[in-house]
C-alpha cells in the first residue's frame, strides 16, 4: 500500500487505518438499527395518541350532543352506526375493526365508592384496533378503546326531584373564572398571564366557522357543529381538534364558586380575578 508521492506506508500504518474503519463500520451496524426502531416507535407512540384522542373527542362529541337532545324518548337506532362511520372516517387508515358497545341511554346509577345516585346518564364506549407491520402476534393490530359518560339534559337532579323553575331562572352572582380541567389547581381571572396563551374549549358553531380559520394540520373543518374544538382567542386566527399537537393544555369557563367547590385554589399571580 502507497502513500502520497508514491511511499509505502509501513505495515503497522495500515493495520491501525483498516481497524480504524473496520470499528467504524461495526459501530454504525450495531447502533443504526437501534437508531431506526427508536425513531419508529417514536412515530408510531404519536400515531397511537393522536388516534386515542380523535376516538375520544369523537365519543365525547357524539355523546354530548345526544345529551342535548335526550327529550326524545328513545335513542336513535343509526346512533351506533353513525358513530363507527365518524370514527373510521376521521382516522382512515390508523384504525380498524371499530366496535361501538350498547350505548347507555338516560339510566340510573349507584356510585358504589361514595353511594351517590345519579339519574338519566347517557354513555357510549368504543374498541378499536391500529393496524401495525409487526411480525406475529401483532399483525392483526394493537388494541385500544375509550368510554364517555354524561348526564342527558332533561331537567332533574340526582336525586331525582324535578328541578324547580325558580332555581333554573335564579341568577349566578359568582363572577366566570377559568380552570386547567385535566391539569392544575388553580382558577384564573380572564386576563391572567397564566392562561393568555393557553386554547380554550368551544362548541363548533357558524360563528366560530367565520371567525377562525381550520387548522390545515388537524383539519377541523369536517367536523360537525356542536363537535368540541379549541382556539387561542388572544394569539390566533385558527381552530382546532383536541388531538392536534397544537392543543396541549386548554381553558374551560366555570363559576368560581364551582372552581371552589370542586377544590381549585386562587391563582398566586391574579388572585383568579
Same mark, same amino acid.
Given at each position: 500500500?502507497?502513500?502520497?508521492?508514491?511511499?509505502?506506508?509501513?505495515?503497522?500504518?495500515?493495520?491501525?487505518?483498516?481497524?480504524?474503519?473496520?470499528?467504524?463500520?461495526v459501530?454504525?451496524?450495531?447502533?443504526?438499527?437501534?437508531?431506526?426502531?427508536?425513531?419508529?416507535?417514536?412515530?408510531?407512540?404519536?400515531?397511537?395518541?393522536?388516534?386515542?384522542?380523535?376516538?375520544?373527542?369523537?365519543?365525547?362529541?357524539?355523546?354530548?350532543?345526544?345529551?342535548?337532545?335526550?327529550?326524545?324518548?328513545?335513542l336513535?337506532?343509526?346512533?351506533?352506526?353513525?358513530?363507527?362511520?365518524?370514527?373510521?372516517?376521521?382516522?382512515?387508515?390508523?384504525?380498524?375493526?371499530?366496535?361501538?358497545?350498547?350505548v347507555?341511554?338516560?339510566? +340510573?346509577?349507584?356510585? +358504589?365508592?361514595?353511594?351517590?345516585?345519579?339519574?338519566?346518564?347517557?354513555?357510549a364506549?368504543?374498541?378499536?384496533?391500529?393496524?401495525?407491520?409487526? +411480525?406475529?402476534?401483532?399483525?392483526?393490530?394493537?388494541?385500544?378503546?375509550?368510554?364517555?359518560l354524561?348526564?342527558?339534559?332533561?331537567?332533574?337532579?340526582?336525586?331525582?326531584?324535578?328541578? +324547580?323553575?325558580?332555581?333554573?331562572?335564579?341568577?349566578?352572582?359568582?363572577?366566570?373564572?377559568?380552570?386547567?380541567?385535566?391539569?392544575? =389547581?388553580?382558577?384564573?381571572?380572564?386576563?391572567?398571564?397564566?392562561?393568555?396563551?393557553?386554547?380554550?374549549?368551544?362548541?363548533?358553531?357558524?360563528?366560530?366557522?367565520?371567525?377562525?380559520?381550520?387548522?390545515?394540520?388537524?383539519?377541523?373543518? =369536517?367536523?360537525?357543529?356542536?363537535?368540541l374544538?379549541?382556539?387561542?382567542?388572544?394569539?390566533?386566527?385558527?381552530?382546532?381538534?383536541?388531538s392536534?399537537?397544537?392543543?396541549?393544555?386548554?381553558?374551560?369557563?366555570?363559576?368560581?364558586?364551582?372552581?371552589?367547590?370542586?377544590?381549585?385554589t386562587?391563582?398566586?399571580?391574579?388572585?383568579?380575578?
Amino acid at each position: 500500500m502507497y502513500g502520497k508521492n508514491n511511499c509505502k506506508i509501513p505495515d503497522h500504518r495500515k493495520k491501525r487505518v483498516f481497524g480504524k474503519r473496520g470499528s467504524l463500520a461495526v459501530e454504525t451496524a450495531i447502533f443504526l438499527p437501534i437508531f431506526i426502531i427508536a425513531v419508529i416507535t417514536a412515530a408510531w407512540l404519536i400515531r397511537m395518541v393522536s388516534v386515542s384522542e380523535n376516538v375520544y373527542h369523537s365519543l365525547a362529541d357524539e355523546t354530548t350532543v345526544m345529551a342535548a337532545e335526550a327529550k326524545l324518548p328513545a335513542l336513535s337506532p343509526l346512533y351506533k352506526s353513525d358513530l363507527k362511520k365518524r370514527i373510521k372516517d376521521e382516522n382512515g387508515k390508523d384504525i380498524n375493526a371499530v366496535k361501538i358497545s350498547p350505548v347507555m341511554y338516560r339510566i +340510573p346509577w349507584v356510585d +358504589p365508592a361514595g353511594g351517590k345516585a345519579y339519574t338519566n346518564l347517557i354513555g357510549a364506549s368504543a374498541v378499536y384496533k391500529m393496524p401495525v407491520l409487526l +411480525p406475529n402476534p401483532f399483525e392483526k393490530g394493537l388494541k385500544g378503546g375509550a368510554t364517555f359518560l354524561c348526564r342527558a339534559f332533561v331537567g332533574t337532579d340526582n336525586s331525582s326531584d324535578v328541578f +324547580p323553575f325558580d332555581k333554573m331562572e335564579e341568577k349566578d352572582d359568582s363572577p366566570t373564572v377559568w380552570i386547567f380541567p385535566r391539569a392544575g =389547581e388553580r382558577y384564573h381571572g380572564e386576563n391572567c398571564s397564566v392562561i393568555k396563551n393557553n386554547p380554550r374549549e368551544v362548541l363548533l358553531s357558524n360563528s366560530v366557522r367565520r371567525g377562525y380559520q381550520p387548522c390545515s394540520l388537524c383539519k377541523p373543518n =369536517e367536523m360537525s357543529n356542536g363537535s368540541l374544538v379549541y382556539v387561542f382567542p388572544k394569539t390566533g386566527g385558527v381552530f382546532h381538534r383536541g388531538s392536534c399537537y397544537i392543543v396541549d393544555r386548554y381553558v374551560i369557563p366555570v363559576s368560581e364558586e364551582d372552581a371552589k367547590s370542586k377544590g381549585y385554589t386562587a391563582c398566586k399571580i391574579c388572585g383568579g380575578k
